[in-house]
């Protein structure tokens, strides 16, 4: 029993067999099988989820973070167990990692309640797992910590320094564009990714990380420090010491995660231009714990926070430069003034304690407020005909020569359309004009993949244009770059006006007004919307994918399931 006379370790969260006593005693000889002494049976116990797998990358590193963790929970005392929850491997599942965060949250939110444990160390890295993990522990409620992979060393090519994965976005769009040959692009694609984490530069998943340790359920500079270095394993052992303590305290994370911090993890998305992912991502989490999202205080917060981290794609540097120039507390040190400083953190300071101690920034990687890499915040939410609930636009990765512009659309209605003809010399298509992808959102068969990069039409590559507007209601990685609109609410596939859109038709964005609007008239539309066809959106007969259908709500909400909000 605990100091407060509550059942801790193996006497909490008894199987019911009708009989207190026997319940506990059952499951201390079925314990008594995996070698614990009877002093080991008496300690609070220390869950640690993890998202290992043969089918993630990211997380081969994991059995000697488990480890580490182990040992901080022993020496401070308490039991350490590992158990798994689903992995999701960001390259290896179809349609897309995305369908699947919902219900790794499940996983998370069920066994850490259901299994007898104190508290909860969450280990994950890959871009969704981070998300599924915080989402699922904000509905459990019980005393968690976050610990990240950590993001991969960079490698070499040619005396370039490679990292995944915007360099593998650069070098392909090379290789459509006939600039490198085939030989040189499989060189490449054994370089890209050569060691343990998460992708090297400002991709989903070190902007999870980042916003994980913003939020303040990780301890300060955890996010940033590499895979492979042993300052990660020293990290785990601590955050497995922490993990304990919470039990005593205990301090769950509706105490970290509030309106106030989640404020806080908005101005840093913004100021290290961090992925569009993260605006989905960090709605669900706050929606877990009824926290409402607005896009427009978004675009507020936006105005007036700049762009400090030069890393790619934005910038020049790595996540590992990112660690050596200081990490986050070096990021939050340079807005402080914004922020709220005064939210608690899973270590026991406030924001503002932590950052007392950071002395020394690389401004080459961290750049001083007033010297920015861009005057004003990664990302803008753009609103208008064509996006009654919204679009995001990742201005820092874009070029601002497109962002006052009228064009013509050219209509893509589905995936399968934009691989049938996005490479045709026929195509009718010029650098002018807007490409539109329809039917890859949250209520389309697609799930919102991470498509919203369109490519650039071959014969247009290879006449060497780099960019131009295109825009859809699916996603696109954190790593990639491009004048990209995304995540445009409602959906086609849920009967929203993106789905009205023709090859021909006339938008205009203007990232100033904020605005995206399909420039026909109200009367042609309803023609048009009368004569579509209606669309079977729930196709499914059974299992996740009919629940999926049922329960997903659109990108402005997060792409949580309605019954989980």
Known sequence: MSDQGKPVGF??????????????YLRRSFASSMGYSRAMLDKPIVGIAHSASGFNNCHRHFPEMIDAVKRG?????????????????????????????????????????????DSVVLLGGCDKTVPAQLMGAASADIPAIQLVAGPMSTSRHRGERLGACTDCRRFWARFRAAEIDEQEIDIVERRLASTAGTCAVMGTASTMAIIAETLGMMPANSAACPAVDADRLRIAEETGRVAFELIGKP???????????????????????????????LTAIAGRLG?????????????????????????TH????????????????????????????????????????VSWIDHNVVKPFDEPVRETGGLVALFGNLAPRGAILKRSAADPNLFEKEGRAVVFTSLE??????????????????????????????????????????????????????????????????????????DAASGGPLGLVRNGDRIR?????????????????????????????????????????????????GCDFRFLK
């Open 318 to 357: 790595y996540m590992e430069d990112l660690y050596a120039a200081g990490g986050v507390p070096a990021i939050l040190r340079q807005i402080k003034h914004l922020l709220h400083l005064d939210c608690p953190t899973v270590t026991g300071e406030t924001l503002g304690a932590r950052l007392e101690d």
């Open 291 to 315: 926290i409402e999202v607005d896009l427009r205080r978004l675009n507020e917060l936006s105005d007036t926070t700049p762009v400090l981290v030069n890393l790619k794609p934005t910038g």
């Open 417 to 490: 359309d934009l691989a049938n003809r996005i490479d045709s010399d026929e195509l009718d298509v010029n650098a002018d004009d807007f490409l539109v992808l329809q039917n890859a959102g949250p209520s389309s068969d697609a799930a919102m993949p991470e498509a919203g990069y369109l490519p650039i039409p071959s014969k247009l590559a290879r006449a060497g244009v780099k960019d131009m507007v295109r825009m859809s209601d699916a996603r696109m990685s954190g790593t990639a770059y491009g004048t990209i609109v995304l995540h445009i609410a409602p």
């Open 73 to 117: 929970v022993l020496a401070a005392g308490g039991l350490p167990i590992e158990f798994p929850t689903i992995s999701l491997g960001e390259t290896f599942l179809t349609p897309t990692s995305l369908k699947f965060r919902n219900l790794m949250s499940m996983d998370v939110e069920e066994m850490t309640r259901a299994q007898p444990m």
């Open 251 to 281: 301090v769950r994370p509706s105490e970290i995660i509030t309106q106030k911090s989640v404020e806080n993890a908005w101005r840093v998305l913004l100021a290290i231009g961090g992925s569009t992912n993260a605006v989905i991502h």
């Open 509 to 557: 964005l203007s990232v100033a007004n904020r605005s995206l609007e399909l420039l026909v008239d109200d009367a042609e539309l309803d023609a048009r919307r009368a004569a579509m066809p209606v669309q079977d959106t729930h196709k499914a007969t059974r299992g996740y994918a009919m629940l999926y259908e049922r329960e997903i709500l659109q990108a402005d909400e």
């Open 11 to 24: 006497k909490k969260g008894l199987t019911n067999y009708g009989d207190r006593e026997f319940s506990v």
